[in-house]
C-alpha cells in the first residue's frame, strides 16, 4: 500500500469542502420560497377586510412644536404609512375583479409618467399648458402609509395634519410628483374622502400666493386670476386637480410642524383618488414636500400590498446599515424623477444577458430607470424584459404553466401548492451589488384560486420603472445630500 500522505488528504479535503460549501451557497441565493398558502390567504382577507376594524393614528397635533425647515441641522421626521384598505371596504366581487382593476390604473400611472416627462424634454412652453380661464378646469416626516389595493389603485398613504389647529388628512404618497394639494371648501367638484374636506376658514394660517409670489412661476401649470395664483394639476387616467396655491402649516405627527407649505387648495377635483384627501409630492422638484422642508433624506417602507398593516415615510434618517447603496441620478432636463444607477437583472444568481445601455439615460434625457411609489408593477424596456422572462421561464420548467393574464404573460397554476422554490430575481448595481427580491415581490397572486404571475411588464417607452410591488418590504433610502439611494430588506 503506498505511504498514506497528508500534505494531500489535506489538500483534497479542503477543495472538496470548499466546493460543496461554494455550491450549497450559490443555492441558497440563486433559490427563493414562495410561500403560495400565505399569499392566497392575503388575497382572501383583504377582500373581505373590515377598515373599521384599525383605527387611524390620530396624534395631537395642535401644541405640535413648530420646527425651523431652514435650521442647519435638519430634524428628523417620522410619519406613518398606510395601506388603503384601511380607508374603505372592498367593493369588488372577487380578488381578481380587484387585480384587474388595479392593473388598469397602474397602466394609467406609467403612461402618466411618460406623458409628464415627454412634456419636460420636448421644452412645452409653460403659457400652451394654462388651465382654461372660464371654470378653472383641465383641457382633457414619518407618517403612516397604507397600500391602496382595495380600491384598485396602486398607492400607499400617509396621515399628516394640516392648517392651525391642525385637521389630520390621508394623503396619497407619490415620488413621481412635485405638487403637494388637497381639497379644500368650497368645492365646486370634489370626490369622496374619508376626512372632512379641509375648511380653509377654520385656519389662522392659512394664505393665499398672489402671482408674484416666487412659488407661483415654479408651477408647470398656472394661471393668475385677481393677483391669486392658480395651479393645475392633471393625471394620464384623467384624474385632475385644480384651485387656489397657498401656504399652510403641516403637521408631521409627533415629529412636529413646518410652516408656511405651499401646497394646492383644490375646489375641482375628479378622479381616482377616493379615499385620500389630496396628494404629497415627494419628488425632486422645487415644489415637493422633501424640497420645501429642506431634507437630506427621505426614506419609506411599503408593507405588503394586500397588508392592513402599516409602516413609515421619514425625512432626515440615515439609511439602515445594511442597505444595499446604488447610484442616485438626477435629470437635467427634468428633476421630480429619482433615477438609479441599475447594471442589470439576474435569475438564478446568473446574471441576464441585457445591454448596460437599456438602463441608461441618454444626453437628451430620455431611458434611465426610475423609482417610484405610485407604479405597481416594474416596467423594462421590451428587449430587456423579453431577456428576463425567458432567464426566469428557463429554470421553472416544472411549474405548471397557466394562461396570460392583463399584461402579465408568465403566469402559472400554483392551486394545491403550499409553497414552491423559484428562482431568485435580483437588481444588479455597480461595484457588484446586488438586492435579491423575495419570491412574493415577482411572483403574485392574480385571483384566489392559485393563478400567480411574473410581476414585469414590457414598456414601448425609454423610461423603465421599478414599482412598489418589487419594493414591498424594503426600506428605500434617498440620500439626497449624497445622491446615493439605498435599499434594505425586511425593514418595515
Known amino acids: 500500500m503506498a505511504p498514506f500522505s497528508l500534505p494531500f488528504f489535506l489538500f483534497t479535503f479542503t477543495a472538496l469542502f470548499s466546493f460543496t460549501l461554494s455550491r450549497t451557497t450559490l443555492v441558497s441565493h440563486s433559490t427563493a420560497t414562495l410561500d403560495v398558502a400565505a399569499s392566497l390567504s392575503q388575497a382572501h382577507d383583504v377582500i373581505s377586510f373590515d377598515p373599521q376594524t384599525i383605527k387611524p393614528l390620530d396624534q395631537a397635533q395642535e401644541e405640535a412644536q413648530l420646527l425651523n425647515s431652514s435650521a442647519a441641522s435638519s430634524p428628523l421626521i417620522t410619519l406613518p404609512l398606510h395601506p388603503r384598505e384601511s380607508l374603505y371596504t372592498s367593493n369588488h366581487k ?10 388598469g390604473r397602474d397602466s394609467a400611472r406609467v403612461n402618466s409618467l411618460n406623458t ?11 403659457a400652451d399648458l394654462e388651465p382654461m380661464q372660464t371654470e378653472i378646469r383641465p383641457e382633457g416626516l414619518s407618517t403612516p402609509v397604507s397600500s391602496g389595493i382595495s380600491l384598485g389603485s396602486g398607492e400607499y398613504f400617509t396621515r399628516v395634519g394640516v392648517g392651525s389647529p391642525a385637521k389630520q388628512f ?7 410628483s412635485d405638487v403637494n394639494w388637497l381639497q379644500c371648501q368650497p368645492c365646486s367638484d370634489c370626490y369622496q374622502q374619508s376626512d372632512p374636506i379641509f375648511n380653509p376658514t377654520g385656519s389662522s394660517t392659512f394664505r393665499q400666493l398672489t402671482c408674484d409670489a416666487p412659488q407661483c ?10 393677483n391669486k395664483c392658480l395651479y393645475q394639476v392633471a393625471y394620464g387616467d384623467g384624474s385632475y386637480t385644480v384651485g387656489d396655491f397657498v401656504t399652510e402649516t403641516v403637521s408631521f405627527g409627533n415629529s412636529g410642524a413646518i410652516k408656511d407649505i405651499a401646497l394646492g387648495c383644490g375646489h375641482d377635483n375628479e378622479g381616482l383618488f377616493v379615499g385620500a384627501a389630496g396628494l404629497l409630492g415627494l419628488g425632486g422638484g422645487r415644489l ?14 411599503l408593507v405588503d400590498r394586500d397588508s392592513s398593516s402599516s409602516s413609515t415615510l421619514e425625512f432626515n434618517s440615515a439609511a439602515p446599515g445594511d442597505s444595499v447603496i446604488a447610484p442616485l441620478l438626477k ?19 446568473r446574471p441576464v444577458s441585457i445591454p448596460p445601455s437599456l438602463f441608461q439615460m ?10 417610484d411609489s405610485g407604479t405597481a408593477i416594474t416596467r423594462l424596456q421590451t428587449a430587456a424584459y423579453d431577456a428576463l422572462r425567458d432567464a426566469f421561464k428557463r429554470l421553472t420548467p416544472d411549474l405548471p404553466a397557466a394562461g396570460n393574464f392583463a399584461l402579465f404573460d408568465t403566469c402559472y397554476n ?17 461595484g457588484g451589488k446586488s438586492l435579491s427580491l423575495p419570491a412574493k415581490n415577482y411572483l403574485i397572486p392574480v385571483d384566489s384560486s392559485g393563478t400567480f404571475c411574473f410581476a414585469f411588464a414590457p414598456t414601448s417607452s425609454s423610461l423603465s420603472i421599478i414599482g412598489n410591488v418589487q419594493q414591498q418590504g424594503t426600506r428605500v433610502s434617498y440620500d439626497l445630500a449624497n445622491n446615493r439611494v439605498g435599499f434594505s430588506p425586511n425593514k418595515c
Open 288 to 301: 415637493s414636500l422633501p424640497s420645501q422642508v429642506k431634507a437630506s433624506t427621505i426614506s419609506y417602507c
Open 362 to 371: 441618454d444626453e437628451s434625457g430620455n431611458g434611465g430607470i426610475i423609482v
Open 217 to 226: 412661476p415654479a408651477l408647470r401649470v398656472s394661471a393668475c386670476r385677481n
Open 414 to 430: 400554483l392551486s394545491g401548492r403550499t409553497s414552491v422554490r423559484v428562482p431568485t430575481v435580483s437588481f444588479l448595481f455597480a
Open 331 to 349: 435629470s437635467r432636463k427634468f428633476d421630480t424623477f429619482y433615477y438609479v444607477g441599475l447594471t442589470g437583472l439576474s435569475v438564478g444568481g
Open 116 to 126: 409628464k416627462l415627454q412634456l419636460a424634454l420636448q421644452g412645452v412652453n409653460r
Open 94 to 103: 372577487d380578488y381578481k375583479s380587484l387585480v384587474l382593476t388595479r392593473l
Open 170 to 176: 390621508y394623503m396619497v404618497l407619490d415620488t413621481g
